[in-house]
């Protein structure tokens, strides 16, 4: 693997049934966005100026995500840039946009990501399966999170 840096981008696109309040909620509600990403410890300032953090451990270590929030368009639009390091080292570091749109009573999201990659890293493939999974885990989480149900953790 290359030890110079390299810019990638992607987008991806999903359809839930829920509105998009709702969807919207999962994304700036603590205890919602923490139960869907698998993130108990994560600390959030939903605000421009903002922060976001967490971390993770697996087989390879430990893995620490800083965010921090640019635009908040209230229900349309959340503009971040966040790092993500392993066991102390970042690899990625990228520019994210998240659109919500109504889609027939349901939201239409699409997540643009630009990132810079500094290797060794995983690069744009395992960024772009982490945030299929992220998006994936929440359908499962919105079609759980209904009224009058404690949110799943």
């Not at 992607?10 to 919602?32: G, Q, S």
């Not at 939201?107 to 399966?129: A, H, K």
Request: hydrophobic content about 40%; proline content about 5%.
């Amino acid at each position: 693997m290359s030890t110079a840096h390299r810019h990638d981008s992607f987008t991806l696109e999903k359809i839930y049934p829920n509105c998009p309040a709702h969807v919207w909620a999962a994304w700036t509600v603590r205890d919602k966005r923490a139960a869907w990403l698998g993130a108990r410890d994560l600390e959030i300032d939903f605000r421009p100026g903002g922060y976001e953090r967490s971390s993770f451990r697996n087989d390879m270590g430990e893995h620490v995500n800083e965010t921090r929030f640019f635009e908040i368009k209230q229900g349309e639009r959340i503009v971040l840039a966040y790092s993500m390091a392993v066991n102390g080292r970042v690899h990625t570091v990228s520019l994210a946009t998240v659109v919500f749109a109504d889609e027939n009573g349901g939201t239409r999201l699409t997540y643009t990501e630009q990132m810079c990659v500094i290797p060794p890293s995983d690069g744009v493939d395992g960024r772009r399966q982490g945030w299929d999974g992220l998006l994936e885990a929440l359908a499962v989480y919105l079609a759980n999170d209904r009224p009058g149900r404690a949110p799943a953790a």
